[in-house]
């Protein structure tokens, strides 16, 4: 089925605020939701946040009242959006159980755009974030127990694996060495900057996640694994935002985001199990059309360009939430031990990665280390979920005492 | 052992280490991982786990009743309208608890119920973590909360959370009384441990 946005027609903008009643959604039910559903919710959220996050730091950029104005217009629908799209989750949710959530989102929207990222360089991005994506999901899991006395399968329901992947502690890098090198905006293919923009968004909003909800809980060992994988979510935002090419104009951005909006709502409306939320990325499909039509708009009057050199005239395959069982354990067995050196990936600890390591560990084991030695002293073991069977990777094997 | 035991609590924590207000969040997962075996079971299965369901929640609910919110009554200025609320909760809980102990788990009608009921449980235990627990942390000494602790171990140790060897049929785990007799056996339990 071809999809053409910028052929169809939206909601006009001034009958899309909705009134206390349209807003207030009823939430998913945690324990018997598609896991998911929940997925969509969580990534769509990130999306939205950025949407309202960019237009802010536009309208601080541009001089034209005009402008500015035609901005907060749309920004003001679209946080109304993602008021709906986030108060889908329900208040019965623990912050650890929405955590694990986020992971879960982090591994498989990762996995499933590097397997569709058609340029090579960008692909090993997502190959090389989504194993620490992957290996905080197990910390969190086993905190969860810790804590919740709830296995964290409950939640991710065999959809998603949980099991080491690059051992968290290793993910503290050299800032420098988290900059990668821009796709170039001219020869990029459309569906490269629409990944791009939807990871750096997701990893963007698990960043500001982590920030806020981490201390509000009292274990102190949940406190500090809070902190440690939020500053990772830092590196991560670095290494993806760093993908995107810095000589995109506004306008062209814009466009990307509106466009980038449509493209998920469309794909989420495609696959959406639960039919009151499908109808909620339905409406919002028909909103963002028209916010679309108008960053158009806008493109062709102050860039003086045609939005068709930018964006792909017919929308990519379906963005899917699915299990990537195989496809993660494969680079589980061929890139746990890869850092990063510059903007390229290395195999060995070099000179100031080690130095970094050595800086902020202190000499003593960080958080992520401590929660595994103090599930393993209560439970006797690890926390682990491998449906698809043991690791690929022997060392990582659970050790049997 | 990678794979996620069956047993829900086949590896049990170590007791000594918790202080209250952990261990009653323990019995929050507990509580749900029990729900979530009631719900998939079907048959003796489904009584067995709904036996110990109930157990479960009338020890929890009562120990709260003679541990936690006395103490958290006199937490701050107000809390006293905090705990009202929560004790409504367990109030209307435990009306739902009583009309499904006496229903046939394969009842058609016992299922929507289960679930109108893990609802309620779900808010008043989630209320409780973010409203009164908060306070009790910040007002107890260590050395309270390990005497709380305590009793609610003593309270604990009279639930059985997994199926018993030898007492796996519902006819046998039957003898475990009503959810009154339960309340009141968790009662003096508690108190004896509270030295009352």
Known sequence: MTFN??????????????????????????DHCDPYTRCRIIAMNGIETEAVMFSHQFARHCPDPEVKRQLAQVRYIEQQQQKVVNWLLPGLSSVLET???????????????????????????????VLEDFDHLYRYANLYEMIEHRKADAIVEGLTEVMPGRPTKFHHRHPEDNVREPYDRTTANPLSKL????????????????????????????????????????????????????????????????????????????????????????????????????????????????????????LPPVLTFEPNHGYVRELLDTQMDLTTLGTGYVQEAHERFQKLQEQIHGGEEPPSERVMAQHRQLFGGEYRSQPSGEHPDMASRERKE | ????????????????????????????????????????TSGEARADAFRR???????????????LHPMARTAYAGAEKVVEKR???????????????????????????????????????????????????????????????????????????HPHPGVESATKNALLGPVAAIVDRTRDAVRKAMGR
């Not at chain 1, 090579?120 to 974030?129: E, H, I, N």
């Open chain 2, 87 to 161: 004790l409504a909760e367990e109030k209307e809980a435990k009306e739902l608890l009583s009309r499904l102990d006496g229903m046939d788990t394969e009842d058609p009608k016992f299922l929507p119920q289960l679930l109108t009921l893990r609802t309620e449980v779900m808010k008043h235990a989630r209320a409780e973590e973010r409203y009164e627990f908060l306070h009790i942390r910040r007002n107890s000494s260590p050395a309270q909360l390990a005497t709380m602790a305590k009793a609610l171990r003593a309270a604990e140790a009279t639930a059985p959370t």
């Open chain 1, 195 to 314: 990944h791009a923009l939807t990871i750096m968004s997701a990893e963007q909003q698990t960043m500001n996640f982590y920030m806020n909800v981490g201390p509000q809980y009292m274990e102190p060992i949940a406190r500090q694994l809070y902190q440690e994988i939020a500053l990772i979510e830092e590196e991560h935002v670095t290494h993806y935002e760093s993908l995107v090419d810095p000589g995109e104009t506004w306008w062209e951005q814009l466009v990307t985001h509106e466009y980038n909006e449509c493209y998920l709502y469309h794909s989420f409306m495609e696959q959406e199990s639960d039919p009151r939320v499908k109808a909620i990325w339905e409406l919002h499909l028909n909103m963002e059309l028209e916010h679309l039509r108008i960053a158009c708009d806008l493109m062709r009057r102050h860039d003086g360009r045609e939005p068709q050199e930018i964006v792909a005239p017919q």
């Open chain 2, 1 to 40: 052992m990678s794979q996620a035991p069956e047993a829900p609590d086949a590896r049990v924590a170590p007791e000594s280490s918790e202080d209250a207000v952990a261990l009653l969040m323990r019995q929050h997962g507990d509580i749900r991982n029990l729900f979530d075996e009631v719900e998939k």
């Open chain 1, 99 to 129: 955590t694990i959530a986020y992971e879960q989102v982090a591994v498989d929207l990762t996995a499933w755009v590097a397997r569709a990222e058609p340029d090579l360089y960008l692909q090993q991005a997502y190959q090389f974030g």
């Open chain 2, 53 to 67: 369901l109930v157990h479960l929640l009338a020890v929890h609910e009562t120990a709260e009743e003679e541990v």
């Open chain 1, 5 to 30: 946005p910028l052929e169809q027609r939206g909601i006009p903008l001034d009958r899309q605020l909705r009134n206390w009643r349209e807003m207030d959604v009823e939430p998913i039910d945690p």
